[in-house]
């Protein structure tokens, strides 16, 4: 099965006139937020090609289609002056010795940051900018990683729990997939010993 986007409340497209102050509250222990807008899903087919071992993906997705990675968010109006959050949650694994991530993507408005605030568990937020700038930032239970402009950015879980993070960004601020799709990142984390291990990504173009 593909992976899948729920909206659980049609009024995703709120209007800027419309928007009130609001709160919400984050279930750890459930992994969930109160009243989310969506809910999506992405499972290990939505992620062909982006593991570095093949040869492990095809033998773990002939088995089943696991679900790799969670994200509930409060949508606001996509628009300037607002901002977009949710909770994020990567769960433990490896395909091969690599360590289960998210897609990671670059804005579609380039220059729009990110704020990534880990809840529980153990991960890196793997990060690079188009001019060949990469970083990766250890994530533990509060600490906040800073995702400037420019930095395509996807969380990786090295630990043997679910990674759980509040993320927030700027509403207008868009996903590009596609250029991380094609090229992928320029650096991994891979599983060497027990302990996780940055090496250079041999398929990227
Ligand atoms: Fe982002």
Redesign the pocket.
């Known amino acids: 099965m593909k992976d899948f986007v729920q909206t659980v409340n049609s009024t995703m497209k709120k209007e800027k006139n419309k928007i009130k102050p609001f709160t919400f509250k984050i279930d750890i222990v459930n992994k969930t937020l109160s009243n989310p807008d969506s809910h999506i899903v992405r499972k290990l087919s939505s992620m062909k090609g982006q593991y570095l071992d093949e040869t492990s993906y095809d033998e773990m997705i002939k088995k089943e289609d696991t679900v790799l990675y969670e994200v509930y968010e409060k949508l606001v109006p996509e628009m300037e002056g607002e901002l977009i959050q949710g909770l994020s949650i990567v769960h433990p694994g490896k395909v091969g010795k690599e360590y289960f991530m998210t897609k990671g993507?670059f804005?579609s408005v380039l220059e729009t940051a990110?704020l990534y605030f880990c809840l529980k568990g153990h991960g890196y937020m793997m990060m690079e900018t188009p001019e060949g700038d990469w970083s990766a930032e250890e994530l533990l239970p509060y600490t906040a990683s800073y995702?400037p402009g420019r930095w395509a950015?996807r969380s990786i879980n090295v630990g043997n729990e679910d990674l759980l993070m509040l993320?927030v960004?700027p509403a207008h601020?868009g996903?590009n997939y596609a250029t991380i799709e094609t090229k992928g990142f320029r650096k991994l984390i891979i599983e060497d010993n027990g302990n996780p291990k940055i090496i250079d990504n041999p398929k990227w173009k």
């Open positions: 993507h804005h990110e995702v950015h993320f960004y601020a996903h």
